[in-house]
């Protein structure tokens, strides 16, 4: 079992920044995948930002492409992961609820999900 708790959310003006933080905890992380969707009102949810735990190789959509980070601090307890999504130069259509998600393949293999934070750009 996999337990995903995002914080970091909150109101930030055009061209501003903000980082999101996954606490990420449970004994099958270790060869999986973490990323970061976003759901905007009215809009399909949307991959954002993923991160390989293996490998660390890492991915993004070509909207936030250059403006946000995905990373992870690599804990000595095997068993917790923490994935931060660095998010710059933000844009009024970056608003979104944020959710944070893990699975075995990002985008199409997540298969836990966090309750997601709110993000709003606007000024």
């Known amino acids: 079992q996999v337990q995903l708790v995002e914080s970091g959310g909150g109101l930030v003006q055009p061209g501003g920044s903000l980082r999101l933080s996954c606490e990420a905890s449970?004994?099958?992380?270790?060869?999986?995948?973490i990323g970061w969707f976003r759901q905007a009102p009215g809009k399909e949810r949307e991959g954002v930002a993923g991160?390989?735990?293996?490998?660390?190789?890492?991915?993004?959509?070509?909207s936030v492409k250059d403006r946000f980070t995905i990373s992870r601090d690599n804990s000595r307890d095997n068993a917790k992961n923490t994935v931060y999504l660095q998010m710059n130069s933000l844009k009024p259509e970056d608003t979104a609820v944020y959710y944070c998600?893990?699975?075995?393949?990002?985008?199409?293999?997540?298969?836990?999900w966090g309750k997601g934070t709110l993000v709003t750009v606007s000024s």
């Open positions: 991160i390989d735990l293996s490998d660390e190789g890492t991915y993004y959509a070509s």
């Open positions: 449970g004994s099958t992380l270790h060869d999986s995948a």
């Open positions: 998600a893990a699975g075995t393949g990002f985008p199409y293999g997540m298969n836990y």
